[in-house]
């Protein structure tokens, strides 16, 4: 996946976390509903910067970023703590 899709993917997980809050906001939505979908909405977005950091530090250090594997979530977010 390249950076522009990375970057693409998140633009849309962002503006899928405004749609969410704003649903519960018009009432459309209920708090349940949108905190199950925020929370995987979040660790998407957590994988994917996660991605992107690595593709940029392999580029920096003369590595190809294509062989960058994305890490599963459970990962990335043991990893955050």
């Excluded at 990375?6 to 405004?18: A, P």
């Excluded at 708090?31 to 920096?60: G, I, K, P």
Aim: aromatic residues 2%.
């Amino acid at each position: 996946m390249a950076d522009e899709q990375v970057l693409r993917h998140i633009h849309d997980l962002v503006e899928e976390e405004h749609r969410l809050r704003a649903g519960v906001q018009d009432g459309s939505l209920s708090t349940d509903e949108e905190h199950a979908r925020l929370r995987a909405v979040e660790e998407q977005l957590d994988q994917l910067w996660d991605l992107l950091r690595r593709r940029r530090a392999a580029r920096d250090n003369g590595q190809d970023p294509e062989s960058v594997a994305q890490r599963p979530i459970p990962e990335v977010e043991q990893y955050r703590q």
